[in-house]
């Protein structure tokens, strides 16, 4: 799993897939919006993320950066 932050987006690679996530930068971590974890970046843009990969990519995420300075949050 590979994760690139900006001030507004997280973009989160993972088994040959990326998708976007909006969210903010915040001092210590991102907070994310889970509303905005709909599709996957093209070439896979038609395919809807489901349910139960964006609430293992929230599992993942939180995981990766549990014992790290940079904290990603989800509401």
């Known amino acids: 799993m590979e994760v690139i932050a900006t001030t507004s987006n997280l973009r989160v690679e ?3 897939r990326a998708a976007n ?3 903010e930068m ?3 971590g991102f907070l994310a919006y889970t ?3 709909k599709y996957w970046e ?3 843009e038609s395919i809807q993320i489901e349910e139960r990969i964006k609430a293992e ?3 993942c995420l939180i995981k990766e950066t549990k014992n790290s300075n940079f904290k990603i949050r989800f509401n």
Do not use: V
């Open 26 to 28: 915040l001092i210590d």
């Open 42 to 44: 093209p070439p896979y």
């Open 35 to 37: 509303d905005t974890m």
């Open 21 to 23: 996530i909006q969210g």
């Open 14 to 16: 993972i088994a040959g």
């Open 57 to 59: 990519l929230i599992r």
